[in-house]
């Protein structure tokens, strides 16, 4: 089966896919985007790796058109089914959201159709032309929240919000960008919602909320098999261990405290997702 893991920068997207990935028998792909730039020669020194030709072909040329990074894709994606398929286990795809998703509702499209998702578009487009004995299921997508003035803080912290805010980065644009993320990716593809402060406070439990409903076969790992699954991004978190991590106060300046009293998406996302809007509190609210 193949399974896809989706979530906005700064919300524990690296652990989350690490669980999931140990949970189901799955090979982990993680931060993939088709589109992306495959090298910028006046960053990175060429070296030694004989198998990647198309690495090598734009160092010393120029970046491929965008028709030949999808033909490559999925070039990539068969090879990755066929290869897990033989080592019977599942196939997790992490897609880099931060540049996949349309948050700000740009005229970006991908076969005459206006973007949410690139990279579930591309899955689609993937499983179409597949013959009807193509027998690798493509479950339901998974999406991981965290508290948004959580996420806001450390995306902002390391300039990451543009993708989410547009021309003006606060806290009302974030949220707004975030609720268009997640109403898509619920409404349009019926997407699960993994918070995640509920797996850092209980995995196992999650787990089987999360799966009650999925057709496949899981397990509830040991933290040593989680933590077997190599993974790219944790930008925030160094350690081993899964807990969650009361907020820092003093990372809240007054213009954010003023935010979150005045944001009407902030407090939107919140309910949405039964988070306590007060932060001073608990991410969660008391009431759940």
Sequence with gaps: ??????????TGGSIVSQILASATNSILISEINPYKQITVQ????????PTSILWHLVYNSKEISETLKLKYFLCQLDISIEHVKGLRK???????????????DKDNFFMNKKLGSLFLEILGYFYESKSQDFDFTLIKPIISVRHPLDSFIAGRKRGWLKPYCGGEINLDNYCKGLLKFQKYMENEKSAKVIRYEDLCIDYSNCLIQTFSDLNIDYQIPSLDEINRIKVTGKSGRKTKNIALRERI????????????????????????????????????????
């Design 1 to 10: 089966m193949l399974l896809t893991i989706h979530h906005a920068c700064c």
């Design 42 to 49: 006046q960053r990175i020194q060429p070296y030694f790796d």
């Design 90 to 104: 599942n196939l997790l795809l992490r897609d880099h959201t931060h540049s996949t998703f349309n948050f700000s």
């Design 249 to 288: 106060i003093e990372n809240v300046d007054n213009d954010l405290k003023k935010e979150t009293e005045v944001s009407k998406y902030y407090q939107i996302y919140c309910q949405l997702n039964k988070y306590n809007p007060n932060y001073q509190d608990h991410q969660i609210s008391k009431s759940i």
